[in-house]
Structure formats: C-alpha cells, structure tokens
C-alpha cells in the first residue's frame, strides 16, 4: 500500500518539483475529491448514495450508517437490533488508512498520508509539508520506491538523512532532508533533489497535527548526471539551486533559478550603506583608496539619475584624505550613508526606485561591503545592519596598478545556484585524471513592494582543481592543481520564523551544500537548525569507528594515556606520525576546521606535485614541491618537501620508518577548531590558531616504530616520533615573532608485555617507558621534558570454573571464564626533567590498585558482564604533595555476543 | 534666563570674566570664539572635548596628555575621584565615617598626602575613636602604612580593619571588617608601621594582596595626660592643652610613694611629702594612612562612567563586574562557543599597556575560563585581532585568579566563562575583573564638539602647542561643513532613551527631557590629512560655518607622551560669499590623451566682502593644463554663445606648478555671473581632481571655490573626473622621436627621445628602461624612478653604453617595463632602435 501511494505521486512531484514555484506540489488531502471520509465506490463510476433515502419528506433524514465501513459513534442515536443480524467485533476502518485521492480525482489506495508537500499560490502559507506519525514512527523517516525495465533501475527515497553527494565542490550532505532520484542504466546515471529546506522537520518541534506552513520558502532543486563516455573516462554535470519564494505571489512571479524575494524584505529601503575597508589590516598600511562615488537611482520608469547631479549626496565617514582620494589603512574604515528616505528628487522618491547601483571608483587593497536597512540582525527591536561583502580586491595591491571604478549594485539575496562540470580518466596506460570546473552564481534582488519585475543582480565565482597521477611502476608522478575563489560560495541564507534573516548568524541561518564533516561521520559539526549536527570532531582518532576518541576510549575525563593501566597501550597523538602541508603544527589527517568541506580552501590558488620512486615492496622516497597563493591576499605556502617511507615486517618483527622534510614558506594561517582532551576536565572542541611558524623554516618529522616478540609470551615495541621546526630568519625577526629559534616534539616510547599462565591463571607483567620533549613554537607557552617510567602486573584467577559455561575471548586467544578475580598493581615514576608543561608540575611517584570481579552470563538474548570493585591510588609529589584517588565500581553492560 | 545661566553669570562677575559673557558660555562647549580666532587652551574646553573614558588626563592649566597608568600605587591619595549611586546613595571616596562628631573635619587629613596635617581622635572617649576611610574602589592592597605626625605622639596600642566592601545579612547591614593589624603593646616610640596584606582567601600561589575597600583604624589604648614625664620647668613651659596630669605623693615610712591629691598632699609635713610628678599630656596624631595598591585598575577607570550613567541596564553583569566595587557581581553566563556568544567583552576605549587581568569573587568562582586581548586591529574578514590564552581551569575553586602577560597595548579584554568541570549549576560568579599595567594610554583621540563660527569663515591656519618627543606622535586632523543633522533622543524620567513614540505616550510627568544630538550631514568633508607642522593652512573646505578637531596622542613606548595644551583656528572673512563650481566632462574620459573639460564658477558677493584679483587652477594630473578660452556671462548668455570673452582678451594666464593662474581685468563684475574656463589637459589617473582657488593678492589669502551648482548648462556637481582605465595597459605603446639616430655630435638626431606614458600608478615605482643588443645583452641602463609614476616621461639616449662606449652601429633593441602589485598585463614592450653613423 506504500508503494501505490509513493508511486501515484512521484514522478508527477519530480517533474513539477523542477518547476518549482510555478506549480502545485504533491496531492492534497483534505482538499482531494470527495474528501478523506468518502469511501471506495466498487465499480460504480461515480460515488454511491441510497437512493431510498430520497423522499418528499420535511423532517430531517440521516443516511442509514453502514456499521462495517466505521464504528465512529454519531451524535444521534438510531435504534438497534442484533437479534437477527449478529453483532460482531468491528475494528476501525482506519486501521487500514483513510482513501486518498489523486489531482484527477482518481482514488490512490486506502491507507496512510506519509508524507505531502505542497505549495499553493496565492495566498499566505501557501508551502506546506506534512510528514505522518507513520512517516516519523512506523518507517522511521525514509521511504524507498524502486522502478525499473529496459535497462533502467530508478530508485526514489524520502528520507531525513539521505547521505547525498554529488561532487566535492557542489554538493555533499552526509544528511540531506528530501527527496532523491536514483536512475541507472549501462553508460548514464543520475541523480535528482528536491528538498525545502527551511522548516523541513518542523513537526519534529511542534505538534505533528500542524504542518509546516510557510509564507516565505526556500526549496532547493538539482541534480547530477554522469555520462561514461568510455571505458574508463566518465563525464559529469552538476546543478544545485536553492531559491527563496513568496506564496504570496502570483503562481508566475518570480523565477525557479533566481528566486523571489520574501515578503519581510520586499520593503522600500530606508538606508543603504557602503563600507570601504583594508583587505590585509595587519599591515596597518596601503588600504583601500576611494578616488570617487556616486550613487545610481533606476526608477520604474527607467529613468536614470545621478545622485551628484540631483545633489543626492552621502554621509562620509572615517577614513582620511590622501590626495585627492580617501584612504582607509588598517582598522580604518570609510562609511558612505544614503538616507533613501529623504530622497526627493525629481519626483522620484525610495518607493519609486527599481535599482541601486553605487559606483566607486576604488585602488589597492580594499575589501567592499554594503548593507541596507534591510539586510540587518534580524532583530526585530533596534535592528543592526549587517555588511557583507560585495568585493574585495586581489593580492595586496599598493600602488595602484588595480584601479578601477567597481559597481556595486545592491539587491537582497534569492537564491544560490551552483553549476558544474566533472570528469575522470581512470587507469589510461598509467595515467589518472579528474577534475572539476564549478562556478557558483548567487542572485540578489533590489526590494520594492510597488512592482512585479524587480531588479536581478548575479555574482559569479568559479572554483576548479584538477588531479593527475602517471603510474609505471618504479615511478609515480603526481600534480594537483586548484583554484577557489574567495567569494566561491555553495551556501543560502534561510529565514527566521518571522521571514526574517539574520545576516550575521552563519550557525542558524545558513544551508550548506557542502557540509563540513571533517571526520566523515556523517553528522556535520557545525549547527545548522533542524538538522543533526554535532560540534564534536576527531577527525583520524577514531580508526576503530567506535565514536569514541581513540584516545579516551572509556569516555571519563581523563585521555587514556594519564589512566593508570590504560596508558600501557594508549600513547599521546603526538607520537602519531603524519605530513602537515599547510604547517600550521598539526598533521593534516587530524585537522578538524568550520568550513565547507571543499576539497582545498577558499581564496587560494596552487598546484602540488611530487614525484615517487618506489626502491622495493616496502621502501618509497618521494620528492615534492607545492605552490599555494592567496587569490585576495598576497599569502603564500611554498614548500620543497621530500618523504622516505620504509615498511619492513617478518613473522616476529616489524619495522617501519617515515621521514619528512621540508623547507618551508608559509604565511597564511589555517587556523583550526580541535578537541581538547585535557587532563582531569572534560574534553571539548577548542580554536587554535596558526602560529605561522612556517614563515621560513625546515621543517623535519621523522616517526619509527619497532615491534618484535620473543615466542609468544613477550613483546616489545618501540616508538619514536622527532618533529622539528627551525626558523630560518635571523634572531630579532624570530624574536618580535615571539617565536622560538627551534620548535616542536621529541618521544620515544619503549614497551615490553610478558604473559604468564599459571594454571588456569594468568600473570601478566607489563614496563612502559615515556620520555617526551616539548617545545611549542610560541615563547609564550612553556617547553618541558620529561621522563616516565611504569610497571604493571595484573593476575587473572578464574572463579567456579568447573561450574561455569567458558567462552572464547579472541583478544587474548584462550579460555575466558565466565567469573574472574583480577589483581592489577601499577607502579609510576615521572621526572620533569626540565622546563615545565601544561599537565606536569612537578617529579611524582606514584601507585595504584585495582581488584575486580568480573561475571559474564546469558540473559534474555544478551550477554551480561557485570564487574564489581575497587581502585585506590596515590600520587606522592616531590614537594611532598600528595593526591589519593579511590573508586568503587558495579558496573552490569548488556551486549550481543 | 535660567536660574543655571544666572549662577554662571554671577560667577563671571565674581571671576571678572563677565566682560565677555558670550565666550564664557562658548567654553563650556570647548573652545572659545574670538573674531578671528577659535582657542582651546583652558582645562574646561579640553574636557569638553570627546575621548574615551579615563584616558586622558587635563591638567589644571589646560595640558592634555594620555592617563599615565600606574603600578603600585597609594589607593587612598585618589579615593576621591571615585563616585559611587548605590542605593539611592552617593557616595564618594575618602572618609567614610567616624566614631566622633568632633572629628568631621579632622578625619580627612589622613587621607590627604600631608605629613604635616592629621588626625588626633579624643581619647576621654576610645570606643569613639576610630576612622574609616573609603577608598572608593575595591583594590588589590599588598600592605596598609600608617605614619603618626612627628609633632604629636603615636597611638599607644590600635588596631587597622579592612572590608572588601562585602556586608553582613540581616536589617541593619554592617560591612565584614578582618584585622589587617594590631598593636597590642604600648608603643610611645615608633611612628611608622606597616601591616601586611596576605590573601585570607584561597587562591593559588604567587598571587599577592587582598581586596580592599574599606580601611579603619580604631585607637585602643592611650596614656591619656600622662604620656611623658616631664620636669616642673618643662611641664610650666607647655602650651595650656598640652600639660597633662600633675601627681602627687606621700612617702611612707618604708618610703613607699602614694598618689594623693593635692589638697592632702599641701597638709602633709615635709617628711611625708613625696616626689610631684609632671606629665605631658599625651597627643596622639595619626597623619597618613596609606593603602599600597597593585595600581590602577584600567576598566574601573573606563568602564565606571558608562555604568553611572545608565547604558548598562541592559547588561547587568558587565555593569557589575567593572563597577571596580567588590561587593556587586552576578554569575557570568557561560559562553556559547558554536555560535560564539555569551562572552563578557570590555572594551576600554584607547590601547593601555596591561600585563595583568585579575579576578575577584566571593565565593562560587568561575572554574574555568578563557582570556583574550586585542588592541583592537581587525583582520581581513573584520574581526577583531585577538591574543588567546591557554583555557585555565580553577579545579581548586580559588576566589582570585590572575592572567599575566609580557607588558602590550590592549583596547578589548574578552572573558569566556568555560564549563570544562561540568558544574554550571555551582560556579561562576564574578565580582570583579581588574586589569592592570604601566606605562601611558597608547593611543588617545580627543575629538572636539562642533566648532560653530559666526557665519561662513575661512579657516586660514590651524596651529597648536604640544610637544611629541621621540617615541610618540602628535596629530591633528580636521573636517567643515554648513549643515548639521538633528537627532532627537527621546529619555524617560530615569534618563534611558526610549522610542518617540512610548515618548508621547507617557504622561507628561513622566516624560524626560529630549536630548537633541548634532551630526555632521551630507555636506562635512571626510577627515583631512594628518597636520605634520604647526601653523599649517587648513586642509578641510573654506569657507564653512563648522568645523571639527580631532588631536591623537600617540606612543609608542609606554614611559613616553605627546601632551598638546592649546590649539587654534585662524578665521578670516571670506573673499566672497559663494564660490561654487562644476566640470564636464566627469566620465568617459580617455586616458592619456588630450581632453577638452569646460569648468563653470559662480561667485555671489556680498557688500563688505574683500574680493579677489586671481583665480589659480590647478589639477592633481601631472599633464599640464591648456587653456583654450574664457567666458563670463549669464547662463543663458553662455548658452547661446553672447558672453564676454574674457581670454584670449583682458584676461591675463600664467603658468603655475600643476596649474595655471588667471589675473582678472580690474572693474570685472562677477557677482551673478558665470565664468566658463576652456581647457585641454590629459589625466592619467582614475579620478582627476581639478580645485580652483581665489587670490587677494593683498593679503595673500586663499579660497578654495566648492563643488556644486555652479550652471545649468551641466549637471555634474562636481570637480573630479573618472577615467575609464580598467581594460587598458597601464603602459601605452613607447614612442621613440627618432628611431635611427646618430650619435656623431654633429647635432642633428644625435640622441633618440624615448616617450613613455605610463596611467594609474602611484608611489615609489621604479621603471625599467634598458637597451639591448641583438644578441640580448643589456648594453645601457636607462632605468629610474620617477617620483610621480603615472604620466609621460621622456627618456633620452645618447648612444652610449654603460662603460661610456659609443655603441657600434646597428640595431638595438630598447626594453621597458614596470613592476606592478597587481600583476597587471602590458606593463612591458619591446622597441628597436638604430644607430647608424
């Protein structure tokens, strides 16, 4: 019955959906033929009455009720008798679902309205979706209708958390909320999208009795096709738009690409700012330059005005005369003020204007921002302007080699389109090619109630990268190379619950087509608003995929490296190994950021190669070099680097080796959003920023480790990570940076595990030794060293064995008893050798124990393990401080197995 | 007049001031008019002056230098500039209370920094004898020094209670006093003393002191009149008050000495008499009492006037955590980092130099938090440039904790209140956040109300006296204009602004008064240039009817200042009452080539007014200025071409630097008529200004004719030109005069002329200019650096090479080219040259 109901809409809903708003979406319910109550007819062409029932009576008369059809009790009551026919058990009808009707009057099927989205026009709240309790509850937000024949497979779904991604640069949502189409067949496959994405859940906030009515929409539509053009080369296309509307307007009003404006923002505007700025503050120095503005009134008419020639001047503030320009260095800034209230001219007031276009005539380096009384906080009290950026110039230009006169023609924001291309070439004689070309266009409007057509303005920026790889073997060469503009955007804005937008809250007024998902969960880790999301991310310390830190795997305030016996086997993410290409001090792998996850960053421009030679099944050496400039700015990342990996393994031993160099120019800062796991607090996301050591430095990170047994019963590893930073400047330009001449991390690790069997016992003795050196880049955070040794024994004597049902435990390889008493002692001594770090005070010595019993056993289906104990420790400081820590545990977990 | 005004000018008399009413009323408003002459030099017309709040300091005789931020200072010298409304109560620092009516004008000299003025308390009456001193503030106070006066004794025991400013519970709430010290023994010696201050509270080591704002001293035990034996002759020569008490004795037999009183002892027989022994009468005098500080605390300097005033109501906790007072706070809201709000953000109005933000709480602490600091730099995107500090978790629950830092100039201190331990529920409450440094405000801009004049002025100098020793700076700025916008704030009785139209919907007692605040409209010029010098001509448009100052007080290392103490505006009448003028073409203006501009000027003058004999013309293109015509008429005359040709004819051109000067014909009648200028010139750059100045050649005086109407043959309104140059080279093709030259000496064709134009470049840009043989081998360099790049420069080469050679004969090939930020194509070209002989 689902499937009838999902197939009688669908490819209707498709086809009208890419028209969107010009049509009706969806079927309606109540609204449908003949109503939710009528029931089905049999074969009779039109609805059945009782014929007896018409008489040349006066009184009132009821239709004789028809107890199998319902049982709904009636306000009146007529008599009954059971004596002759039998009265049964009668269920409700709506067991089954009501009888729902398509646009032509065609019953679809009884049964539930799962989900319905339409969009009536004209009149107010006119978009609406509905999603059933069934939809919520019984199928769990996803349906799935399939279609195929000829060759095709079609596939549709309607789901809250479809993962849908079409390319890097146009569209990744690991949790679209909307509907797809998949169709296939031997060389074409595609994608469609159809989504509202203001308010798609609102049932999930208030009363599933009321549906989402809006006024004022966003509907997103698009798709991606992919054309195998041959045998290893594939052709792709994409399209994605997001576009506001007003079922306000009349069903031809507007544009399904570039939008409509809402009803809150189709006001006269009042004000319109402009706001000059220096691009590259820092400098303090050569900002922007304004030789000359003028504003451009269009009124209705057509007619032209200048505002110098009606003496329609501005209001001028900061910045300050150089020549005969005005400049705006550093913090500076030049404020240019319309008051379009008070325009009076020539018979033309702000009600009659149909475009705005200020010209300025601009130099060097500026950064252009403009607003209105419209485009605010969206506070509805004392509502601020808000600036957003029209343009800003390229490179950090001082001599006025940019010159030129920059139109900035204002209108408030509509939709978003992002058009793209895509290929491939895998595997042609060795060779490996992909790429993308994506421009993305966003359309804005000027505001004027008074008129039907308004003014469109359309910004467009391009983004493309590509990605060779010649393979032939001992050789690999590699070259990327990228360009995303500044302005690159894949975003819309999306409004308030009073139409309105807040322009300066990215986290709740924002839908990205590319979410950010640095560690590929599939919850975006920004907060976007009725959309999963989760600010937590460790990106690459999750490689079991248990959604546990690795580091902190039994989820307690204390990373697993500080826990006592837990830190045999748990080291500190420094000693993980890694390449850092935008040396910002962290390995590129764990960087988690709160941008879009494009595949390079926004407002740069590079290209990367290298070249890898392999000298054996285990040893590579690879020697690179990367070219990276800011499009806006004049940063740059150049670096030469070269990489040695070396993997050597035998049945009891396991060497591998990686070395890292690299001479480094760096000045653009990557700054990133990092958990935290400090000791004794919780863990949280936290900014770092980029120290911009790289400025001009080598860098060298070499990482080994050794693993090797003697028999089966001992183990030893080893571990060593040396990362180094070393500032080429000279001393003073390394000290006014408050940096230090040589930077970074020195570990080495040394562990050794031997396990006993004493009987059914197990005695296991474990040594582990730490020694760590930190030297952060800044002078202002400490460097320290420091040296730690620890001991461990644990013994494992199994309880009621004979009586017990035994299991195999596969991590350790023998019996596991169903009860066990465990003994575990560990003995620590740390010397901070010198200097101080953050979780290290002072020398400590330091004991613990731990006694636990532990019970595995069958329980409905389940395997319970519960464990009862007890853990006392003391930590005794060189300064005779002491801290003691106890902790009684019970713990029952219910598992699978 | 009102009842203020007439106290003023009652003062006036008084002063003998009254001789000027109308400039006594002007000072008020910073600076005080003369005929020709705007001054700002008193105390007051600097204070009227607008800068941020406690970051300037005005001396009694009208200097202005940056506050000086101190370190370790004495609290209880300036209790007095601090005000507290709390309760419906003003309080201000300094004596708070005492136990004795008598002392109320005594009391204060403890707290005056006289060592020889004090405080001597009764001592018939020791519960009454104590002193409170409020410091108006809560300081962080390492130690309390009590200096008795040398003409007067020292108390014989006492004790020195502080209060953070806490009170007790209860109706009758009485401050939480804890001893700072005691003297228990008698002391008739020692005249000075010093109480250590150590936290009584847990914080965490290294941090030193203890909030202080109350301070008393309770005098405990006296000698009364018998503070020092003295002998008969001595006791006779004391002043009457200071004679103390004369005992008498009877000597037993065992020669045991018996006070009796004097009337028994006068009957006692000679044998019996004892010793009569004579006292000085004890005096004790407390002179000083000083509170040794950890020093200034910036943001209850910056932030305690905007919370007086009431724009805090809508943020109670930062009102309450920078009101510099102990005994308020609230919990601090934890801060949202997802969307990067709820944080507490200070900001103090100029850049001072901090090296230390402190705490203070009274009980259920922030346990964890973050500190930022910015001087206030934006960054590319427009955010603030900030300094962050590791987050800090206060697991230990200390009542103060501190943030130290290397000495650097801070505008905006920011507070994160974290939740790293996970109990919101039990922490964070914040009494006080303090910052601490050394050194002079770093950057303080001192803004001046509205300059009105009387009428339209010119402004013929701008002059001041200051100094800016090495290290610091001294700016002036200015900006004029005619028309002011008003803007109504509609207040309520409380003084918050509210809506005009809650206003009028108020009952009348209830409405507060309007506050019309004055804007500079449309018609204000942006800020000048900086003036370097003193005695410069003015920057901004003249003649205007307002005008504003701006002076910046710069430094660069935090011990040095600029200080300025007077400034004036040189006024003179204006040449005519309107000069106005426009140019056209304004757009579409080809780059480089010669181009006919007509300029419009309308003069209107009034009787009186001093006239001018020359019109000087000047345009910021380096291309000189061709005039081709000049006409005067009505604006229909000039329409149908039957104005008065004044050039070619009576009217006398000269050339000047970057212009070109008109002498006009005596008896020439301007006033109501147009003056049209013809001229050709080529503009290099975007946008070309042209500025028309009138000369008296009498007086010398300038003024600058404005943009505007001036015709209504055009409608430009405006004297700047916009060059279309986007699209095109920035090098236009190299012209060479003569390609195949001889360099024999013979002086014909003996160098080859070399013209290149170069458009939009400005500033030190060095050009490229080399010759080249055949085989590419540079043989000359011809390369410079011309001071303005945009333009037409002429190159000449005479044939020589580097070495002073004379080149072969033959073809060489000249190479230019200029380096530009932007990258920008056609910066380079490739010519041939011939040298044949």
């Known amino acids: 019955m689902l499937r009838l109901v999902v197939r009688g809409a669908w490819i209707g809903a498709l086809v009208a959906g890419l028209c969107v708003p010009a049509t009706t979406w969806g079927q309606p319910g109540e609204t449908g033929l003949g109503g939710g109550r009528a029931q089905l007819a049999g074969s009779a062409i039109t609805p059945g009455f009782e014929l007896d029932a018409v008489r040349p009576e006066m009184h009132k008369w009821y239709v004789p009720r028809h107890l199998p059809v319902t049982f709904d009790p009636t306000w009146y009551r007529n008599q009954s008798n059971y004596a002759v026919d039998a009265y049964r058990y009668y269920v409700s009808a709506e067991l089954e679902g009501l009888v729902w009707y398509d646009q032509l009057g065609h019953p679809v099927e009884r049964g539930w309205l799962l989900y319905e989205w339409q969009q009536e026009q004209e009149h107010p709240k006119g978009s609406s979706i509905w999603k059933g309790d069934e939809y919520n509850g019984l199928f769990r937000s996803l349906v799935v209708a399939d279609e195929g024949g000829g060759g095709l497979e079609m596939r549709l779904m309607l789901g809250d958390q479809l993962e849908t991604v079409f390319t890097p640069l146009t569209f990744v949502k690991p949790r679209f909320n909307g509907l797809r189409l998949d169709g296939a067949n031997d060389y074409l496959q595609g994608s469609l999208i159809l989504a509202r994405p203001s308010m798609p859940n609102r049932d999930q906030i208030q009363s599933s009795a009321l549906p989402s009515d809006r006024t004022d929409f966003v509907n997103l539509f698009g ?144 950064h252009i921002e403009a607003t209105s009384n419209m485009q605010t906080d969206g506070e509805m009290r004392r509502a601020a302007p808000v600036f957003l950026t029209v343009k800003r110039a390229a490179g950090n230009v001082q001599d006025n080699s940019n010159a030129t006169v920059i139109a900035v023609d204002y209108g408030l924001p509509t939709a978003t389109e992002v058009i793209g291309l895509d290929w491939s070439v895998t595997d042609w004689h060795g060779f490996s090619f992909q790429g993308e070309l994506v421009t993305s266009r966003r359309h804005r409007q000027y505001p004027n109630p008074g008129i039907d057509s308004h003014h469109r303005v359309v910004e467009r920026d391009l983004a493309t990268y590509g990605q060779a790889r010649y393979e032939r073997h001992p050789w690999e060469l590699y070259a990327e190379v990228f360009s995303i503009a500044d302005g690159y955007d894949t975003g819309t804005w999306l409004m308030g619950s009073f139409g309105n937008i807040h322009y300066d809250d990215f986290t709740e007024s924002r839908y990205e087509f590319v979410e950010d998902d640095d560690d590929f969960n599939g919850v975006p880790e920004w907060d976007r608003p009725l959309h999963g999301s989760n600010d937590v991310a460790w990106p690459g310390l999750d490689e079991n995929a248990d959604f546990l830190h690795d580091h902190n795997q039994n989820d307690n305030l204390i990373p697993d490296y500080e826990e006592p016996f837990l830190r045999f086997r748990s080291d500190r993410p420094e000693f993980l190994p890694g390449m850092d290409m935008n040396y910002n001090g962290t390995v590129d792998r764990f960087e988690n950021d709160n941008l879009p996850d494009y595949p390079y960053r926004t407002d740069q421009r590079g290209v990367n190669t290298y070249g890898r030679a392999f000298l054996g099944p285990d040893l590579s050496l690879t020697v690179g070099r990367q070219r990276i400039a800011q499009i806006s700015g004049d940063g740059r990342t150049d670096a030469d680097y070269f990489l040695a990996r070396w993997d050597f393994s035998t049945p009891s031993l396991r060497l591998r080796l990686l070395e890292h160099a690299a001479w480094v120019r760096d000045d653009i800062a990557d700054p990133l959003r990092m958990w935290i796991q400090p000791f004794g607090s919780a863990g949280r996301m936290r900014d770092v920023g980029d120290p911009l050591s790289g400025d001009d430095a080598w860098l060298h990170s070499s990482y080994v480790d050794l693993e090797h047994r003697l028999g089966d019963a001992v183990r030893f590893e080893h571990r060593g990570r040396w990362q180094l930073m070393r500032q080429r400047d000279g001393d003073q330009a390394v000290l006014e940076r408050e940096l230090r001449r040589d930077s970074g991390f020195r570990g080495w690790i040394d562990r050794a595990e031997w396990r006993v069997p004493v009987g059914l016992s197990v005695l296991e003795t474990r040594w582990k030794s730490e020694w ?67 979780d290290v005070e002072d020398d400590y010595r330091s004991w613990t124990t731990v006694a636990q019993l532990s019970n595995r056993s069958a329980y409905l289906g389940y395997q319970l393990v519960t464990r009862v104990g007890l853990q006392i420790g003391r930590k005794r400081f060189d300064d005779a401080r002491s801290q003691r820590v106890s902790a009684f545990f019970l713990t029952v977990h219910a598992g699978l197995r | 007049m009102t009842l203020p005004v007439c106290l003023l000018a009652v003062l006036c008399a008084v002063t003998g001031a009254l001789a000027q009413p109308q400039s006594v009323i002007l000072e008020a408003r910073g600076y005080r008019s003369e005929p020709d002459l705007v001054v700002v030099e008193t105390a007051s017309h600097w204070r009227a002056w607008e800068a941020g709040d406690g970051t300037r300091i005005v001396d009694s005789v009208g200097t202005v230098r940056p506050r000086f931020i101190r370190a370790d200072i004495d609290a209880v010298a300036n209790a007095g500039e601090f005000v507290n409304v709390a309760d419906g109560d003003t309080t201000i620092g300094g004596i708070s209370a005492y136990g004795n009516r008598a002392d109320s004008l005594t009391a204060a000299f403890v707290a005056d920094g006289d060592l020889s003025t004090w405080w001597e308390p009764d001592t018939e009456n020791l519960g009454s004898a104590w002193v409170e001193i409020d410091l108006g503030r809560t300081v962080v106070a390492r130690r309390i020094r009590l200096r008795f006066a040398d003409s007067g004794d020292p108390f014989l025991m006492f004790r020195v209670l502080v209060a953070d400013g806490t009170e007790s519970f209860g109706r009758k709430r009485t401050l939480l006093f804890q001893r700072a010290g005691q003297v228990a023994a008698p002391n008739k010696d020692q005249r000075e003393f010093v109480f250590d201050l150590a936290p009584r509270r847990p914080v965490p080591d290294g941090i030193e002191g203890e909030p202080v704002q109350f301070v008393r001293v309770d005098l405990l035990g006296t000698d009364g009149p018998r503070a020092e034996e003295v002998d008969r002759l001595a006791y006779f020569r004391l002043p009457e008050q200071d004679r103390g008490a004369i005992d008498y004795f009877r000597v037993t037999v065992i020669g045991r000495e018996i006070p009796v009183l004097r009337e028994s002892y006068l009957q006692l027989s000679l044998e019996q008499q004892g010793p009569v022994r004579y006292y000085r009468k004890e005096r004790p005098r407390l002179a000083e009492v000083e509170v040794e500080a950890l020093g200034d605390n910036i943001i209850a300097l910056t932030q305690r006037v905007k919370a007086e005033s009431g724009d805090f109501f809508d943020d109670l906790v930062r009102r309450f955590v920078t009101d510099g007072l102990m005994r308020t706070g609230l919990t601090v809201r934890e801060y949202d980092p997802f969307r ?316 000047l630097d970057g212009g070109v000067s008109f002498e006009l014909p005596d008896g020439l009648d301007l006033s109501g008529r147009i003056l049209e200028f013809r001229f050709s010139t080529s503009v290099f750059l975007p946008s070309t200004t042209f500025a028309l100045e009138l000369i008296n050649d009498d007086d010398g005086r300038t003024q600058q004719v404005d943009t505007g109407d001036a015709t209504s043959l055009v409608a430009s309104n405006q004297l700047v030109v916009v060059s279309e140059l986007e699209g095109l080279p920035l090098l236009a093709p190299v012209e060479i005069d003569s390609p195949v ?95 044949v002989y």
Do not use: C
């Not at chain 1, 003028?294 to 110098?308: C, H, K, N, S, W």
């Not at chain 1, 730690?788 to 991590?811: D, G, K």
């Not at chain 1, 002692?825 to 953050?838: F, I, K, P």
């Not at chain 2, 055949?774 to 190159?795: C, E, K, N, Y």
């Open chain 1, 223 to 366: 798709g991606h096709a992919e054309w195998t053009v041959a045998p290893r080369v594939a052709m792709g296309a994409t399209y994605v738009n997001a576009h506001f509307g007003n079922t306000k307007e009349t069903f031809g009003s507007g544009s399904p690409f570039g939008g409509a404006l809402m009803t809150i923002q189709n006001q006269n505007l009042d004000a319109m700012w402009v706001r000059l700025r220096d691009d590259s503050p820092e400098d303090g120095v050569h900002g922007a330059l304004l030789f000359d503005y003028d504003i451009v009134l269009v009124d209705t008419a057509g007619t032209e005005l200048r505002g110098r020639e009606i003496g329609f001047l501005p209001t001028v503030e900061g910045g300050s005369a150089r020549g005969s320009a005005l400049a705006a260095d550093g913090s500076e800034a030049i404020v240019l003020a319309w008051n379009l209230e008070d325009l009076d001219a020539d018979g033309v007031e702000t009600e009659d204007l149909r475009r705005v276009r200020v010209e300025l005539s601009v130099a060097n380096d500026y």
């Open chain 2, 741 to 835: 030259f001889t360099p024999n000496g013979d002086g014909v064709r003996d160098e080859a002329e070399i013209l290149i134009t170069l458009f939009q470049l400005q500033g030190q840009r060095p050009l490229q200019v080399a010759i080249h043989d055949v085989s590419g081998r540079r043989i000359r360099d011809l390369s410079f650096t011309p001071p303005a790049p945009s333009g037409q420069h002429r190159i000449l080469w005479d044939g020589y090479d580097d070495d002073r050679r004379l080149v072969v004969p033959g073809i060489y090939l000249l190479r230019v080219s200029v380096d530009t930020d932007a990258g920008a194509s056609g910066t380079s070209a490739v010519r041939t040259l011939s040298v």
């Open chain 2, 340 to 655: 990067d709000r709820d944080q507490l953000l200070i900001d103090l109005g100029a850049r001072f130099w901090l090296e230390r933000i402190r705490m203070l709480t009274d009980r259920t602490p922030l346990t964890s938090y973050q500190i930022r600091l910015s001087d206030g730099s934006l960054n590319a995107d427009g955010d603030f440039e900030w300094t962050t500090f590791d987050e800090k978790i206060n697991a230990e629950r200390y009542l103060e904790v501190e943030e130290t830092f290397s000495p650097q100039p801070v505008r905006l201190v920011e507070l994160r209140r974290l939740n790293l331990l996970n109990d919101a529920r039990l922490a964070g409450k914040l009494s006080e956040i303090q910052a601490y440094g050394r050194g002079y405000v770093s950057d303080v801009i001192l803004t001046s109300p509205i300059i009105k004049f009387d009428g339209r002025q010119m402004v013929t100098a701008v002059s001041w006296e200051g100094e800016a020793p090495a290290g610091t700076s001294l700016e002036i700025r200015t900006r004029s204009g005619d028309r002011l916008i008003q803007i109504p704030h509609y207040l309520n009785m409380a003084g918050r602004e509210i809506s005009e139209a809650l206003w009028e919907r108020l009952p009348d007692e209830q409405q507060g008064p309007i506050r019309v605040e004055e804007v500079p409209d449309s018609d204000w010029s942006t800020w000048s240039e900086p003036y370097r010098e003193t005695g410069r001509a003015f920057q901004s448009p003249s003649p205007r009817s307002m005008a504003l100052v701006q002076a910046r007080l710069r430094t660069f290392q935090p011990l040095r200042t600029a200080t300025i103490s007077r400034l004036t505006l040189g006024l003179a009448p204006p040449l005519v009452d309107l000069a106005v003028a426009e140019v056209t073409p304004t757009r579409s203006i080809d780059p480089g080539l010669a181009r006919e501009f007509t300029l419009y000027l309308r003069l209107e003058r009034q009787p009186g007014d001093p006239g001018f004999q020359r019109i000087a013309l000047r345009s910021s293109a380096s291309a000189p200025i061709d005039v081709t015509g000049v006409r005067i008429g009505s604006d229909d005359e000039l329409r149908f071409d039957q104005a008065e040709v004044l050039w070619p004819g009576s009217l006398e051109v000269s050339r």
């Open chain 1, 772 to 838: 760590r050196e930190h030297r952060p880049p800044s002078r202002r955070l400490p460097s320290g060293t420091t040296l730690e040794q620890m001991a461990f024994i644990i013994w494992t004597q199994p309880l009621l064995a004979e009586s017990a049902s035994v299991a195999y435990f596969p991590r350790y390889g023998r019996q596991v008893f169903s009860t066990e008493l465990q003994l575990g002692l560990e003995l620590s001594r740390l010397w901070l050798l010198d200097g101080q770090l953050e």
